[in-house]
């Protein structure tokens, strides 16, 4: 049954069941903390390496083409996409870290022998 409910809050919104009036009054902003930033920017990292020892799941964060074309169409869009790309790079950065790690220590593993 949570399958359903997560499938329906994904394709009619967590709100789905409210009325439209208190739907039309909480309008969502890209800035929010449960939008994902990068893929505002055209790239979540969440969506590499999928089904392979290195993938780290699906995203928590809300994924909308709406809040997406709002950010597109917004008039301090440079100083937002800056600080969302400064993230991603952070993370990234990490994740470049985390695997050049298991790249060495694997080599370490083969010079050494069984």
Avoid: W
């Amino acid at each position: 049954m949570d399958h359903i409910r997560q499938e329906l809050d994904q394709l009619m919104g967590k709100d789905r069941n409210r009325p439209l009036y208190v739907r039309l009054a909480r309008r969502d902003h890209f800035d929010d903390s449960g939008i994902c930033k990068f893929n505002l920017i055209s790239f979540c990292p969440n969506d590499l390496f999928p089904n392979t020892k290195d993938d780290i799941g699906p995203c928590e964060k809300r994924h909308d083409d709406f809040l997406k074309d709002q950010f597109l169409n917004d008039e301090h869009r440079d100083s937002y996409e800056r600080k969302y790309q400064d993230e991603l790079i952070s993370l990234l950065t990490k994740m470049i870290a985390k695997v050049d790690y298991k790249i060495q220590k694997s080599l370490q593993r083969a010079e050494n022998g069984p």
